[in-house]
């Protein structure tokens, strides 16, 4: 009995252990169904889209997900319709320089981008596609703008623009050109180089702003505008003499000035020294033979009884005794005051004063913008 009952025991321990290949064996092979049906699943996705661009490409921040290469170009060209419109700006201090995408042969390349961003979705291994599409996390991908465009046309710009934005320094100076004083402030230098400037146009036409903003070399002016403060312009065509306080007129006066055969010199210049009640030397030149080789202070003589000499030759502001020769060109190069005037003008002014004495307003007669030697500085 005992034997048989052994053998009974042995018996279930096999079928048991049986049962239990058997139901291993039919759980690894259900499991394995599911395996490849799901696999298959993937691969069938991967077939079905290899035409389409996966999930999470973009181009140039447009979403280009699950499209065909040509409804992707569609999609870009509407979305970046601006971006393909907007000229390309160079900006240097507050100038812009702009062209069109016309003038340069500019146009965004779609295709290409589009194709870029398709070549490098794919470009992810086969392994690494199904995990992502299991856990349903796409590569992220994003293309930039591609562009093509004339390289002549746009060195051509970039040329112009630099015409414009390489300049010496300019110092600051006073404009006639209305016949009221403008003061125009001092330029610094600025220089860059056309091969920089290009390679970040180059650049700049890949983004959307299309917008290049030029780092430039300085060279600071001497002369700024502060240095214009008090000064006198004489205007030859209208007989007056103007004292400014920078662009303030303060006083105004009617004055003789040079003859056509002895004119008073458009220029630039400066008061270089003041006189009360001057004697006049003869200046042994050809109008003033008949005169006497000197004429104390005092009634009759030429000077007056103020006179501020200035650094153009022979040339003085002073009064006359000869009232009726103001506005008139009737002197020797000088500019005549009435008495009461030039004294009052004495009093408001110091030596290094400037003098502009101008031909007419429109014509001062001299090149404004050139600063005088004695202005500058050292």
């Not at 058997?22 to 049906?37: D, E, R, T, Y």
């Not at 796409?138 to 710009?157: E, G, Q, S, T």
């Not at 001299?366 to 202005?375: E, I, N």
Request: include cysteine; proline fraction near 8%; charged fraction near 20%.
């Amino acid at each position: 009995m005992k034997f048989n009952g052994a053998v009974l025991e042995t018996a279930e321990w096999i079928a048991e252990k049986s049962l239990s290949r058997v139901i291993l064996l039919v759980a690894s092979i259900f499991l394995l169904v599911i395996f490849v049906g799901f696999f298959s699943y993937l691969i069938g996705l991967e077939i079905a889209n290899s035409n389409e661009i996966p999930p999470g490409v973009s181009v140039a921040g447009v979403d280009v997900s699950n499209l065909s290469r040509e409804d992707a170009v569609a999609k870009c060209q509407r979305a970046l319709a601006e971006v393909s419109d907007k000229p390309l700006t160079i900006k240097v201090d507050d100038e812009e320089y702009k062209i069109t995408p016309a003038e340069i042969g500019l146009r965004l390349d779609f295709e290409k981008m589009v194709g870029e961003a398709y070549r490098r979705a794919w470009k992810v291994n086969f392994a690494e596609r199904l995990f992502r599409r299991l856990i349903n996390r796409p590569r992220k991908i994003d293309v930039w703008l591609m562009a093509v465009k004339n390289d002549d046309a746009l060195k051509a710009f970039v040329e112009r623009a630099l015409a414009q934005i390489n300049r010496p320094p300019q110092n600051a100076y006073i404009d006639f050109t209305s016949g009221e004083p403008v003061i125009v402030p001092a330029k610094d230098g600025r220089y860059a180089e056309f091969d920089q400037v290009y390679e970040a146009v180059g650049h700049a036409i890949c983004t959307k702003g299309r917008t290049v903003q030029v780092i430039v070399k300085r060279t600071p002016a001497e002369i700024n505008d502060s240095v214009f403060g008090r000064f006198i312009v004489i205007n030859l065509a209208a007989h007056t003499l103007t004292l400014y306080e920078r662009e303030k007129p303060l006083a105004r006066y009617p004055v003789a000035c040079g003859s056509a055969a002895y004119p008073s010199p458009p220029g630039q210049w400066k008061i270089v020294s003041k006189q009360k009640n001057p004697a006049w030397r003869n200046p042994g030149t050809a109008w003033a033979a008949s005169m006497p080789p000197y004429i104390p202070p005092g009634p009759g003589n030429p000077l007056g009884t103020r006179a501020l000499a200035l650094n153009a030759s022979g040339v003085l502001i002073h009064g006359t005794p000869s009232p009726w020769s103001i506005g008139r060109s009737v002197s020797h190069g000088c500019i005549r005051m009435y008495m009461r005037d030039v004294e009052a003008l004495f009093e408001m002014v110091e030596v290094n004063t400037p003098v502009y004495i101008i031909k007419s307003a429109g014509n001062p007669g001299f090149d404004v913008t050139k600063t005088p030697p004695w202005m500058r500085p050292g």
